[in-house]
């Protein structure tokens, strides 16, 4: 037996008990009380009698006859008495422990009385009917863990399913994927290939001795093609496909997941060659003992099951793991040793060519106008994954019904575009202070943006309010930037100084509003870590905070000194960067004045023509 069926019976064991204790608990079995319950029941109705009566009954002679059961405790006496009315009643007695000369007493008073042993007949039946039930409940539930194969494949989360993987298989993969579909993360796509081809023809590689690693682990951020990647090789292998997430795995109930994990692979070694895909992999890889509160048992149990099956196949046989994750870093060193996930594919966001490809794969099914550029939309969504791209081709197409096109323009696309960068379009305010307060606090952000020679060129400046936001000023991103420099950084912040300075020269200090919030926070950011990561302070060229802002000064937590100066450096970053903001302003104060009117009264003002009214006044630089 291994553990799988233990682990079974013991489920059986406990569900059947569960239902015996109800059931008692309803009195739907019931243990034999050695007190025959047809003949209590049938004449005594409810009549009792304390033994202490019952020996008054005997000395005054009521007591006709007496029986006694369950080793003389109980006896049912027939008696009659004035209070009776003298008719002859079944009368229940217990009789005290101890009471032992009480038929010496019956013989004395000469009474009829007879004992009666428990039936040894009786006890077998007692017996095998407080056994028969559950046995029935037991084996019930065993054979329906055993047949539950047949006719729950997919339904991982029955509760009768428990030990069984909740991976969805398909035998023969069409999952419409091909390598065609899939663009902007050739090298992945290149990797992946070969891997299909070894799936194919797998002679070709041991041939040579080349071995073909057991795992791949695919890491990028969420939306960048990795489930579209592996479907893509199951589908052009057309070998066996099996699809799991992590979190399935994670089971409130000790070893559970780990039996998961052990099903899943002996489903997939039946079926080899095959893919394994388990996506979201950190969800078990996480690093053991590295959760809150300590170490967690059952993901710890799960993970090392993981292990132990990559290393079972040591030559690997066909079972190739294809795992996902976007959070390498908390991974259990463990999983990345050789002979496990051998294999690391990066599949970052694509960037602009890899975004024009992903584009034209999405359009292929859609009908645009002539005036719809790939191109410029590439050139619009830095930062934009796959899924991103697909949705916003989709959101154009969806709008495009809406105003009954017959083709998707340019509109429909700049407006899905806006829809997904900013939010939601709300209606324009009406004309009040607030209204102008934010004409003035984005014309800030775009005149401070225009005249900052390292910064990007604006794109349009509107009071049209989207998602959380007013009013907005866009700029055109720069290109895909992996490489920022510290004048962009410092550009980025006086930027975004720029509307809040504006309240405050035009209004005053006792008007500023709220509505800044956001872009302090993002001020604050850039300002911290152009000190913690980038050593571009004067603290000097460390690395004091990783990128999810936790410390990891010399491998541990800085002390208060350092954090001390930290913000101390902060502050003077944003406070030099507020005064260029404001001196920016105070100098075109006389065109922000006119573009503000101007604004009110358009509500969108574009780049280009931004640019032009601002040039009559100023020379602006030429941009990067
Ligand atoms: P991930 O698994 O990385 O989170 P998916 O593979 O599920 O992302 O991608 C979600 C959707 O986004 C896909 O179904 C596809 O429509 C689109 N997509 C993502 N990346 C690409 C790509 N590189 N090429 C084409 N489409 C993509
Ligand atoms: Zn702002």
Known sequence: ????????????????????????????????????????????????????????????????????????????????????????????????????????????????????????????????????????????????????????????????????????????PDTGISFDDIAGIDEAKAEFEEIVSFLKEPERYTLVGAKIPKGVLLVGPPGTGKTLLAKAIANEANVPFYSVAGSEFVEMFIGIGAARIRDLFKKASENTPCIV????????????????????????????????????????????????????????????????????????????LGRIGILKVHARNKPFDENVSLVQLANRTPGFSGADLANLLNESAILATRYKKKTITKNEVNEAADRIIGGIAGATMEDTKNKKLIAYHEVGHAIVGSVLENHDDVEKVTLIPRGGAKGLTWFAPEEDQTLVSRSQLLARIITTLGGRVAEKVVFGDPEITTGASNDLQQVTNIARQMVTRYGMSSIGPLALEDNNNEQMFLGGEYNEAIADR???????????????????????????????EKLLDAETIHGDEFRDLVKEYTILPTKK
């Open 1 to 172: 037996m291994d553990r799988n069926t233990i682990q079974k019976i013991l489920i059986g064991l406990f569900i059947s008990a569960c239902i015996f204790i109800g059931l008692r608990a309803f009195n739907v079995i019931g243990f034999n009380d050695n007190l025959p319950a047809t003949e209590v029941s049938a004449n005594v109705s409810s009549s009792r009698m304390t033994y202490g009566r019952f020996l008054e009954y005997l000395e005054m002679g009521w007591i006709k006859q007496v029986d006694l059961y369950d080793n003389s405790r109980n006896a049912i006496v027939q008696a009659s008495s004035p209070e009776l009315g003298n008719r002859s009643q079944s009368i229940r007695v217990e009789i005290p422990v101890g009471a032992s000369q009480l038929i010496q007493k019956l013989k004395e008073y000469n009474i009829d009385f007879d004992a009666h042993p428990i039936p040894r007949k009786d006890v077998f039946l007692t017996i095998a009917s407080n056994l028969l039930l559950p046995l029935i409940f037991i084996a019930g539930l065993l054979f329906f863990f055993q047949n539950s194969d047949n006719f729950s494949q997919n339904s991982g989360s029955s509760p009768m399913n428990l030990g069984k993987s909740p991976a969805r298989f398909d035998q023969r």
């Open 277 to 352: 895909f388990i996506d979201e992999i950190d969800a078990v890889g996480r690093e053991r003992g590295a959760g809150i509160g300590g170490g967690n048992d059952e993901r710890e149990q799960t993970l090392n099951q993981l292990l132990t099956e990559m290393d079972g196949f040591k030559e690997n046989k066909g079972v190739i793991v294809v795992g996902a994750t976007n959070r390498v870093d908390i991974l259990d060193a463990a999983l990345l040793r050789p002979g496990r996930f051998d294999r690391q594919i990066t599949v970052g966001l694509p960037d602009r």
């Open 566 to 596: 930290i913000d101390v450096e902060v502050c003077k970053i944003v406070n030099h960067c507020e005064q260029i903001a404001t001196k920016i302003v105070l100098d075109n104060r006389v065109i922000i004045d006119l573009i503000v």
